[in-house]
């Protein structure tokens, strides 16, 4: 079975640029989260998708960041601008349906450096 | 904000030696999850510890669970250079669907 995907796995980008990463989740696992991880931290949620729906996303800060799931399957999460501070590892996780108590499984991240 | 604490920050021992890492949160939980994340990668899942639970072991490892004192331990007997990397401790809130990580203990084994 394939894992979670995710890409890029390394971006480096000016400040105030957009960028976009992509995940796409184990076949099968309707639930997707978005976690940033910032260095020595461990990670913290972004926004939670069940299917195509954002059903918790009061952690993404809004103004600036932005995510979309539009057929339940894959996922993309954008900054635009990015700024200084947004330099950390996003990663992706994905859960079956009914396994919200249970392990997330998760990609090997996108490491991104904000210049 | 991230719930759990972790104790130590760092930890460094000999090929064979036992590692014990320690976990602290401050909500009731459903479960009670250990990860690890070698450099550059993703998390890897290895044991879940629910909170009727109070140990469980899987392999070369042993997790405990004190929900009295909100506070767990995992312990990685007979450890090899492999097992470097760093754990994280997660936890599910009792009526909860996500995952609140810890900063995680960095381990590192020396061969």
């Known amino acids: 079975e394939a894992g979670v995907v995710q890409s890029p796995r390394y971006k480096i980008i000016e400040k105030k640029q957009p960028v976009a990463f992509w995940c796409n989740p184990i076949?099968?696992?309707?639930?997707l989260y978005w976690y940033r991880q910032n260095l020595g931290q461990g990670p913290e949620l972004l926004i939670r998708?069940?299917?195509?729906?954002?059903?918790?996303d009061s952690q993404l800060p809004k103004d600036r960041f932005s995510a979309e799931r539009l057929k339940g399957v894959d996922s993309t999460l954008k900054i635009q601008p990015a700024e200084l501070g947004d330099s950390a590892v996003y990663l992706c996780a994905s859960l079956p349906y009914g396994g919200a108590y249970n392990e997330q499984f998760f990609g090997p991240g996108t490491r991104l450096t904000v210049l | 904000s991230q719930q759990g604490e972790e104790d130590p920050q760092a930890l460094s021992i000999q090929e064979g030696e036992n590692a014990t890492m320690n976990c602290s949160y401050k909500?009731?939980?459903?479960?009670l999850q250990w990860y690890r994340q070698n450099s550059g990668r993703g998390l890897v899942h290895l044991i879940l510890?629910?909170?009727?639970?109070r140990e469980k072991h899987s392999g070369r490892l042993r997790v405990t669970l004190d929900t009295s004192k909100k506070s767990s331990s995992l312990l990685i007997t007979a450890s090899r250079a492999a097992d470097t990397a760093s754990y994280f401790c997660?936890?599910?809130?009792?009526?909860?669907?996500?995952?609140?990580f810890g900063a995680g203990t960095i381990l590192r084994v020396k061969s």
């Open positions: 997660a936890t599910v809130q009792e009526y909860g669907n996500k995952l609140v």
């Open positions: 076949s099968g696992h309707n639930t």
């Open positions: 510890i629910r909170s009727n639970e």
């Open positions: 998708y069940e299917n195509e729906e954002a059903v918790d």
């Open positions: 909500t009731s939980i459903n479960n």
